[in-house]
């Protein structure tokens, strides 16, 4: 799906005047390349305008001027809305019906199992009755699928997976843009999930995909059931995350980081290799490697277990 | 389905001598209508006994003499029991087997999805594989349902909404009433699910049909992955719910309200439009409108802040 | 499936030197039969040593000289590891396709509904569409199973059961060994899961199977949308759990148990019989019968009813 500038901002609504380009996406002032649209929306990046590689960039005035010359600035007071209006036209096109994917040998694949097109399985791949996988899906060899397990289009399984029921991969991220009336305008979710080998994920789980780029589940990752896995989390190699953790976006856990039962992260922070966080955690900043944290707001294991002899004192009539 | 009084008060073993009369369904008292049997349970609602327009109340001796003179009185003392126990006659019959739905324009349906009786679609419905829609859904203009969704019978799903993988929408809701050897009786659930237009719904949800009259999902909102609404909640327009979000039963939330991750309510209450409630928050009373909350039980967001830094001064021997 | 003494040990990297036995499975110190493999990995369970009737035990130097005479010690270092490696010899063969199950009286099963092999049901089961039923699955008279349930092999479901659209029953316990390179080798759930009479569970649910032996949720039992249950949980007649409820492994619940919505268990531990857990509290031991308890971790609810009251006061510059 490509498009000319001027066919989006027309859509869109922001003035563009100028030689017509042609667009083939959306990303990141970092990641976007000579064919992309980007946008500015926190002052926090305005460090990285000067080096963007992309070929427009929804811009307010006041910063539109720190773009490298050959971007185009496209001006508006609303980049955010702007940017979720333009996502819908790289909105991956869905629809029924199953297509015959290429298969590895000695697969064994249910007849219910719904194909997108353009699916690739490995070696040995079993997939039990129930499961879909979307356009472009791939899938290591030797992994198994069990029953009623959704894919997503453009998500990719690695090798000696396994994949319990119910677990959906590719879900669109929780993004949305904001009107001055309170309305909430979704920012299609372009990006994938990448599941790296040997990782198992258990029955329920919802690991979206990224907003742009990828999602990262890493080598060796055990996941427990019910667990919700926002966009563009990378979840580091042989991590350990056990039932109803939630990670909010586009945070990341260095390798064998441990999450108890119901533990979760805000967004946007990194645990370092390592640490373990104790059941029904909190973290609610970047936390160091190595150490164990427990509760909320997450803080060192032992400093907690102090806090609550001190709160029992309390009740105790101690100070 | 109708059923005669005396059929019923014979089956659940109450008393009734007099006319008989024909019986549609079951409400409270201050919805039933004049073919409806209701109950009396609850003391604090006594002063709805005298307007109530039921055709008959299952009540204790003690409070009968308020009904008003065309109300029959169901006298017993387990009024709760033998609500649970009514229930059971009006419960929906589920069947096998797929039907015809009626179709809008332009509908692309996947094969292998499973329609009860009576479903209708409005134009350009698009339905991924391994859905199910039960007996009389409706499902509105431009609606998208991912795979693997279910719709329970009676639900009502407005235009332009999108349905994650996984997502159950219009299961039973958690009520029981409760034998004196400590058994549970199931109040069948004769409620439904109306979810309005341009609502997101992410994966793995669930979405209880409300008891009696509805469970709604108000026009705008967006949730997350992994909530949990229960029967007879009213969530609020433009309102976001991040992942794991719980409601206990009978909650409201105002318009654009914000629920971080994690968080919950308690039943029977409600949350001002326009509050926020930060991840992990547990709400254990109605909140007024248009402030943030935290913590549990949730209080005034600057007031948490200060009480976690008065609980980390105990750690520093300060008072 | 049985293989010789000698597959296992040569397949696992353990020394074994003596005459062959045949192996039927594994099990624990205390439940091993003489045809069955059993480890020593916890010093806590030394006692057990002496009376155990395994054919072998996978077991360190120290100690395996507390075996009985009958007993084969499989001498190791590293007990826990290899005890992952042999259990995958015992893991089910899972295979695509639908037999056709053994039908009682009345039964409506819908066409789309997959059977693994010798799959029985009683009479007058419903099930409706989307549902897997996998090898050896049992489900009791008068049960229904919503859309899109998924019953791993071995499965039993009792009598008058209600079982929600997305829960998945059986799914694998999260059970892993660790190498020192900080890798995990899954331990394969070789056990089972056994739901009893007159249980109700809600929508998106997920009940491990037992690593060995099996997980119960006994008679009367009503679970709610979004629980996770884990191996080897025993969860007592009539026990109530509100969504979003987990239990870590191996916890047992006495009967008519409350859970609040949110509320969790530690693993290995009691809760006794008509215990109440409020909403969001988080057990971390076990906890007598017949009380309440609130908070995490989870105490005595008066008390932290005081401990509020006495956070709220740290506010006001009380003591």
């Given at each position: 799906m490509t498009y000319t500038l001027s066919q989006i901002t027309e859509d869109i609504g922001v003035d563009f005047h100028g030689e017509d380009i042609t667009i083939e996406g959306i990303h990141t002032l970092s990641e976007a390349t000579s064919t992309q649209l980007s946008f500015f929306?926190?002052?926090?990046?305005?460090?990285q305008l000067a080096d963007t590689k992309a070929a427009a960039v929804l811009i307010d005035e006041k910063h539109a001027?720190?773009?490298?010359?050959?971007t185009i600035a496209l001006v508006t007071d609303e980049a955010y809305l702007k940017l979720a209006l333009a996502s819908k036209f790289f909105a991956h096109k869905l629809e029924s019906g199953t297509s015959e994917p290429t298969l590895g040998k000695g697969c064994d694949i249910d007849k219910s199992v719904s194909f997108g097109k353009n699916v690739t399985l490995g070696d040995h791949v079993v997939i039990l009755p129930g499961c879909y996988l979307g356009d472009n899906v791939t899938v290591g060899s030797g992994t198994l699928l069990h029953p009623n397990v959704t894919l997503y289009h453009h998500t990719k399984i690695g090798s000696e997976c396994i994949i319990h029921s119910g677990t959906v991969i590719g879900?669109?991220?929780?993004g949305f843009a904001h009107t001055k009336l309170g309305e909430h305008v979704k920012i299609y979710q372009n990006g994938n999930v990448v599941v790296e080998d040997d990782v198992e994920i258990g029955a329920n789980c919802a690991i979206d995909r990224a907003v742009f780029g990828t999602t990262y589940i890493r080598k060796g990752t055990k996941l427990d059931n019910l667990i919700q896995i926002a966009h563009n989390c990378d979840v580091g190699e042989h991590t350990l995350c056990a039932a109803q953790v939630g990670l909010a976006g586009s945070t990341t856990l260095g390798r064998n980081v441990v999450m108890g039962g119901q533990s979760a992260t805000a967004g946007h922070l990194e645990v370092g290799a390592f640490a373990t966080i104790a059941g029904k955690g909190g973290v609610t900043k970047s936390l160091e490697g190595g150490k164990t944290y427990a509760g909320?707001?997450?803080?060192d294991h032992k400093m907690w277990l102090r806090l609550q002899a001190k709160m029992m004192g309390l009740l105790k009539g101690k100070k």
């Open positions: 929306t926190d002052s926090k990046y305005a460090s001027g720190l773009l490298p010359s050959g879900c669109d991220g929780y909320f707001p997450a803080i």
